[in-house]
């Protein structure tokens, strides 16, 4: 168990991130995106919470507060740039499923926050990220993120002097307090968490082995090749069979001689194609800096296309 924070501009000044580092916490989220921009209109950028807590090693990464519009593909797509342009890749992005406070406009009606928080997750999986969502006990009640189908969601719940109920399901974080007080940051109040596994961290940790589910078959050390060349990898064939692409990263979680990445062509025992061929999905980034995973539910092999100045490994998942 670890202790973290996650905090705004518009509440919270830090004034000293040594401190903050020296009170014991080990990751930060900071809010990055509302909606379909930056918040606040603008006015609240999170560029000096970010830089702060890189600069004394803490892992940080971004999260979203999610508004009825744009589309939950656009959001995700704000938050994914904001993420990349400022490096906040020490933590997965996570998206802050909650209402709008009284009198501040519409929130996403009930009806509608686990479609939206599905689409959202599942794109930015698309751009190469461990997706994450933040919810508090009475939604995680409501609509279980647990079985959202999302692959490797990390489940942030927050509920105050208790731990989450059990009917809201598995989590990985329990954000147990919203009146912290932690030196170095000047505040009314700071949110706290207790992290129950790494998954949250996107480079210094590996996710939860949920067992029955999957496991790692092989890595295997993928040869440099400047020019396009492609790769065969032998699956299971079973419906949780998955590749990860793992480029060497350093600990802040991304590395600077990416993988850039071509098409996955895989086949079933039956001889019928399934998979990806990431490059026809829009949004695509075939410059990969930082861990990926494709699921290919049935597949037996796959052909992988990469270029690469340095070798690389690919976990084989069955």
């Given amino acids: 168990m670890a202790l973290g924070i996650d905090i705004y501009s518009?509440?919270?000044t830090v004034t000293n991130w040594q401190a903050v580092k020296d009170h014991g916490v080990t990751f930060v989220f900071v809010k990055l995106t509302d909606g379909g921009g930056l918040p606040n209109g603008g006015r609240n950028t999170g560029d000096a919470l970010v830089a702060g807590a890189r600069s004394v090693g803490i892992p940080v990464g971004g999260y979203h507060f999610a508004q009825p519009s744009p589309s939950p593909e656009a959001q995700a797509d704000v938050l994914i740039k904001e993420v990349r342009r400022l490096g906040a890749t020490g933590c997965v992005p996570m998206l802050d499923l909650e209402d709008n406070p009284p009198g501040s406009g519409p929130s996403i009606p009930d009806r509608s926050k686990r479609d939206f928080a599905i689409r959202f997750c599942n794109r930015v999986a698309g751009h190469g990220f461990r997706p994450g969502v933040y919810m508090n006990n009475s939604h995680a009640k409501m609509l279980r993120p647990d079985q959202f189908g999302v692959p490797d969601?990390?489940?942030?719940?927050?509920?105050?002097?208790?731990?989450?109920?059990?009917?809201?399901?598995?989590?990985?974080?329990?954000?147990f307090s919203d009146s912290g007080q932690v030196g170095g940051i000047r505040a009314s109040s700071v949110d706290l968490n207790e992290s129950y596994t790494n998954a949250h961290l996107t480079g210094g940790g590996a996710a939860p082995k949920r067992k029955g589910i999957s496991e790692l078959m092989e890595r295997r050390t993928i040869p440099a090749s400047t020019a396009t060349t492609s790769?065969?990898?032998?699956?299971?064939?079973?419906?949780?069979?998955a590749i990860v692409v793992r480029p060497r990263i350093d600990?802040?979680?991304?590395?600077?001689?990416?993988?850039?990445?071509?098409?996955?062509?895989?086949w079933g025992s039956d001889k019928v194609g399934v998979g990806g061929n990431p490059l026809q999905t829009p949004g695509f980034n075939p410059k990969t800096v930082s861990h990926r995973r494709y699921p290919l539910p049935g597949a037996v092999w796959a052909d992988f296309e990469y270029s690469s100045d340095t070798e690389f490994e690919i976990d084989i998942i069955s």
């Fill in 153 to 175: 969601l990390v489940i942030w719940i927050a509920r105050y002097g208790a731990k989450p109920d059990p009917a809201a399901g598995r989590y990985d974080i329990h954000q």
């Fill in 251 to 266: 600990g802040d979680g991304i590395t600077d001689t990416p993988v850039w990445q071509g098409n996955i062509f895989a």
């Fill in 10 to 12: 518009r509440f919270q």
């Fill in 231 to 241: 790769v065969r990898l032998l699956l299971s064939g079973s419906e949780s069979s």
